[in-house]
């Protein structure tokens, strides 16, 4: 699997911190994280202020900067600047990546798209890198219709920046996922409903490293 530059995802698996799908802190889930190997960490919170977002992201700053882990924040350039995140995740119904980007100078700018239509817009406006998903069904309730991992190869057809597989993932279809020639993975609750976060993390790495059992 082509790997991503290490400004995006290193080793390809980004751990999507969900408020819905949290069973413990986030900062007590990123620490097993970061103990398993992931190297990304993206905060994705639909449900809390934006001041408690904004101390969620500080104590995930301080913790991922010090392991030399990538995080992103989703929804808000503004949380994303304030503490000094590697970048910041867009929805469709966020600002533009054009006016993002005036914000966040070089920063990683990726953005969710469901939709060949919506990979291009964003790969038109200077993200760096897309969200494409959900590939299978996910609980996730604003996450649509499952695209698939047939759609997920016909788009890497013709995207030329990195495209993130988001949606459904767990151990069980990540190969299928990988075979579709995608750069990265992100996953949630296939993680994080795991007893052992880190040892889940593990098992994603190895099958993304070609060293599953």
């Known amino acids: 699997m082509e790997k991503l530059d290490r400004e995006l995802y290193l080793g390809g698996l980004c751990l999507l911190l969900n408020r819905g799908t ?29 001041l408690q977002i904004f101390k969620t ?22 949380i994303a600047l304030a503490v000094d995140a590697d970048g910041v995740h867009l929805g469709q119904d966020d600002l533009p990546v054009s006016q993002v980007r005036r914000l966040m100078g070089d920063k990683i700018i990726g953005v969710s798209t469901h939709s060949l239509a919506e990979a291009l817009e964003a790969q038109k406006e200077g ?8 590939i299978f069904a ?26 993130v597989a988001i949606g459904g993932i767990k151990e ?18 296939g993680i994080l409903e795991q007893e052992n976060i880190a040892k889940a993390i593990e098992a994603y790495i190895n099958i993304i490293k070609g060293e599953e059992s």
């Open 22 to 50: 949290r069973i413990k802190p986030a900062f007590d889930l990123a620490v097993e994280a970061i103990q398993g190997g992931v190297s990304c960490i993206q905060l994705r919170d639909k449900e809390s202020t934006r």
């Open 57 to 78: 992201a500080r104590l995930l700053r301080s913790l991922t900067k010090s392991n030399d882990v990538l995080l992103i924040i989703n929804d808000y350039p503004d």
């Open 127 to 134: 993200a760096n890198y897309i969200g494409f998903g959900p």
């Open 138 to 163: 996910t609980e996730t309730k604003d996450a649509g219709p499952p695209k698939g991992v047939e759609a997920l190869s016909a788009l890497m057809q013709h995207i030329t920046i990195p495209v």
């Open 172 to 189: 069980e279809n990540l190969s299928a996922v990988l075979d579709t020639g995608v750069n990265a993975v992100a996953a949630s609750s």
